[in-house]
């Protein structure tokens, strides 16, 4: 046996399963419309094969016939006539077919071997970097995992669905909502008011929570994680870039024990304190959640990590200006809107929530009164994450103002306005957008729902 029939023989192909596929789609040329966006030049295994698809895409982009005489001739106009076994081995082809009508099957198997192969040159790739040991541990397991990641992404083609299908998608989601009339779908915040206006944190969603330094972001999104955590019995990631693990479960323990979040800095601790903190910690080890520290991490090393958690229900980073992106540029705003858009379709990838920190521009401080409450346009680095947001939420506190000894954002006393927050529903796209009046209670890190405060926009 020759060379080429060993590396046939050892390497998935399936060569009928080609000559079958090419010549269903001489014999009916509609089959091309069934498997075109399913199958690439790449996808065959041999030259030939390779010559005769690329003409068939060649043809079929300008709308011409295609048979046996005008794809000789494509063959011809493209130099790869004699590469393909001219006439002869497309006649063959068109005769030997099995059945035009199983056209699907064809690409199917030829689909199926290619991606074989592509995991076989990949494992390749992946022993030469251990061998080599140029790469830290982490970044080639990292790099592994991300190669055949997208070789499984990449084959999962999606085609249309008549509306029929989705309809009765639907119709089952609203029948769920029209017998739990009021209660709020897909994943709560858990704080009431807010979930009523946002409706739901849906699968897939990327939700911006933006605010300037000092007024709670942090907290607000570890008290969300910490909610559904408790509530959905879903795994719950926790990306940190800027504060540790360890920070941040101390202002977890300290919002869900309500104990001082100084005290547990000083050790100054009361001995009721301690039985809280004790029960705190027995619900918290109960909980999925899992937290990851890495500084400038990029959102190929976040999706690596979240593979491996398994019922994933929510990921929590903090925050998107500190994130690493492969972006060949120095333009920040560029840089940030491809990392945003990542993040956008990672959620989709994943079919669960994104709640990313952001930091707003420091215009927001100079602006007189009331015009203090950030708006979408405040969004620092770049326009793309109102853009590629679902729902944006705001954090403004009125009293951080008057704590730095700036000008007070409004006339209203401080008293009106002392441990009160707001949560700024500017962009939403399945309810109302408007405000959200929340309690703040800053020793303890920890928001709370005001019930009666929701002002709705529209």
Known sequence: MDSTSDIIRQMPVSIEAEQALLGSIIV?????????????????????????????????SKSKTIDIVTLVNALVEQGDRDETGGIQYIRLLAESVPSASNVKDYARIVKDKSTLRRLINICDEISTDAYSEEEEVRTVID?????????????????????????????????????????????KTGFSGLD?????????????????????????????????????????????LEMSGEQLVSRIISSEALVDSRA????DLKPEDWNNIVDVISTLS??????????????????????????????VIDYIGLMQTTANTDNRAQQ?????RNLKIMAKD?????????????????????????????LRDSGSIEQDADIVLFLYRDESYQDIGGAQADDSSAADTANTAEVIVAKNRHGSVGNV????????TKFRTLEEDLTING
């Open 286 to 315: 109960g909980c999925d959640i899992y937290i990851d520290d890495t500084s400038a991490i990029s959102t190929t090393e976040m999706k690596s990590k979240l593979r491996r958690l398994p019922n994933l229900g929510l990921v």
């Open 350 to 378: 994943f079919g669960i929530p994104i709640v990313c920190c952001a930091q707003l521009n420091r215009g927001t401080e100079s602006r007189p009164g009331a015009g203090k409450r950030p708006t979408l346009a405040d």
């Open 196 to 240: 009523r206006m946002l409706i739901q944190m849906g699968k897939g969603d990327l939700i911006i929570l933006g605010a300037r330094p000092g007024m709670g972001k942090t907290s607000f999104a570890l008290n969300i994680a910490t909610n559904v955590a408790k509530a959905t019995k879903k795994a719950v990631a926790i990306f940190s």
């Open 28 to 60: 009916d040329p509609d089959s091309f419309d069934k498997i075109g966006g399913m199958i690439t030049v790449d996808d065959f295994y041999l030259a030939e094969h390779k010559h005769i698809y690329s003409a068939f895409l060649a043809m079929y």
């Open 143 to 187: 790099n592994a995992e991300q190669k055949i990641f997208d070789i499984s992404h990449n084959n999962d083609t999606k085609e249309f669905r008549h509306i029929r299908d989705v309809l009765q998608n639907v119709y089952k989601d609203i029948e769920t909502m029209s017998e739990n009339k009021g209660a709020v779908t897909g994943t």
């Open 437 to 444: 009046k929340m309690g703040w209670i800053g020793q303890f």
């Open 264 to 267: 547990l800095r000083t050790g």
């Open 336 to 340: 940030v809107g491809e990392i945003s």
